[in-house]
């Protein structure tokens, strides 16, 4: 009996679901694009129980003959490292669409806002489960399109410098990585005397000579330094963040960064362990800088979307800290803090939207006092703030511990300073806490129009808020004081990461990888 090729309908029921919503009326557009998104977090959920925890290796492979003479297939697969990430993508993807409420009222492009959205979706469910590298490629450049749309069509006053600054940015990271992918394919196929390949299993199983490790390196990770936001490489991501509309900030912060850190993980460091540890000084310094700097920024914002934008920077730096600490500490710390962070961060914009929509102003000095009239949204902001200092019991801390200490466990200079960001952190989430829902009401300005009444009825949570937060804010409780529903899975994963990382003699220029 055939086997039902779950994987091709994860990916590509929201690729086929966004060239439906085009022709559908803008309201049936929206809660057409919620059914698919729901439909595609069932089947992601799906897999976590069929997936066997202990198994190494891709399960539900899928192929299919494509292009064979240039080494290019149709392969995807499955383990713990894409496993929770997928259901990241669609419970991520879900809730933005219900918070996308207003947009669908607007009528304002409605049915081409809700296909980008499922589009973007399907290209990063492709990311996540491709095995032949070039199809990796191709899922990871699709995915910049309804990106660079949704920042540039729908996006706020200054979209266009933020949707073209992205583009750049990101235009010459894929430019890089498109080289490396086929240098790659060159040198591990001449190395070993067999057929020009860019499956990626093959391409471990054959090796990279060490000689070709450090150039092949630069080239992947030029692109995934740009999308993760490592410092210096970050340029886009706060003007970008800003301007997009909060839902679609929700994707891009909470899943498509994450794609980045999935392509260090799935290629760059099984791939090139050498070079991995070779640039560890240099990758784990810009970590570092970046974890406190981004920490900083978010001290000193006037603009609370732009502070949020600096603090899933800064954690971002965390999580590669974590996967360059290449023990098995870090990369499970990192596994587990890319599904954490996602949910958190996303909670975090779909927040300060609400808080937005209700006062129309970003500025933190013409805040306070809003916790009395909203105490709902003040009780989900303060419990999502919490989870983002890592408090212990709510999700963020087993992530970031085990980040962290696989830092320390390498570089007690690097984990010493990584771990210094609890001190700004801890300030600038109460800092926007307190400065919004506490302290003196303004005497004058929005808010204080707000409180009066004077700008009609100022309503608590709303039911789409409702419904976008509710599972975020439960996924927080519940993965705080279950972890292991996600480090039993990801362990086989993490040690298989490990393992890979550790052969330190890969072939030389001249012998087979056999």
Known sequence: MTQFPILSVIVFLPIVGALIALALPRRAAWGWGILVALVDLALALALIPLTQSGGAGYQFVEHARWLPELGIGYALGVDGLSLFLLSLNGLITLVALIASWPQAQSGDRVRGYIALMLLLAGAMQGVFLATNVFLFYIFWELMLVPAYLLVGMFGGPR???????????????SLLMLIGVIWLGVVVSSNAGVSFTLDLPTLLRLGVPVSAQGILFLAFMAAFAVKSGLFPFHGWAPDAYVEAPAPVTAVVAGVMAKTAIYGMLRIVAPLFPVAM??????IGTLAVIGILYFALQ??????????LAYVSLSHMGVIVLGVFALNAQGIQGAIIQMVNHGIIIAALFLIAAAIEARIGVRRLAEFGALATRLPWLATAFLITALAALGLPGLNSFAGEFLAFLGAFHVNWVYGG????????????????????????????????????????????LRWQEWLALIPLIAL?????????????RTEAATQQIVTATQQVTPPAIGTTGG
């Open 277 to 282: 540890r070779t640039y560890f000084p240099l």
């Open 159 to 173: 979209r266009a410098y933020a949707a073209i600054k992205f583009v750049l940015y990101t235009a010459v990271g």
């Open 298 to 307: 978010a001290l000193i914002s006037t603009d609370f979307k732009r502070l």
């Open 476 to 488: 927080i409780f519940y993965l705080g004081i279950f972890p292991a529903t996600l480090t039993g």
């Open 417 to 460: 300073l990584a771990t210094l960001v609890v001190i700004p952190a801890a300030w600038y989430m109460l800092r926007f806490f307190q400065g919004v829902m506490e302290g003196a009401a303004p005497e004058s300005g929005p808010v204080a129009k707000a409180l009066a009444g004077a700008s009609g009825k100022l309503a608590d």
